[in-house]
Nanobody, 113 residues
């Protein structure tokens, strides 16, 4: 599976962005999908996940502000990010829970006034 992340950009604190993850090469319907991020000087971390069935899960740092979703018909996943904070600045990636997809280039999110 190859993924292309998009939707990042520069936004002021308190702003919103919606990230998209477009997958190709295989149907991702049967995969749990995870959004990861890597901030400057830090290790990659999982921020949100959505299973094939069941409830989504979020890192404590984004719970209540971020919402993960998926559109199986479009073979895509999304991350709605509200009330963005400077500490959300990172490159965001999507992958399966087992990191079995080829990593995309990610999409840069910069939160700054």
């Amino acid at each position: 599976v190859h993924v292309v992340e998009s939707g990042g950009g520069l936004v002021q604190p308190g702003g919103s962005l919606r990230l998209s993850c477009a997958a190709s090469g295989e149907d991702i319907t049967l995969y749990d999908i995870v959004w990861y991020r890597r901030a400057p000087g830090k290790q990659r971390e999982s921020v949100a996940s959505i299973p094939v069935f069941g409830w989504s899960d979020y890192a404590d740092s984004v719970r209540g502000r971020f919402t993960i979703s998926r559109d199986n018909a479009k073979n895509a996943a999304y991350l709605q990010m509200n009330d963005l904070k400077p500490e959300d600045t990172a490159v965001y990636y999507c992958n399966s829970r087992g990191e079995s997809f080829a990593w995309g280039q990610g999409t840069q999110v910069t939160v700054s006034s």
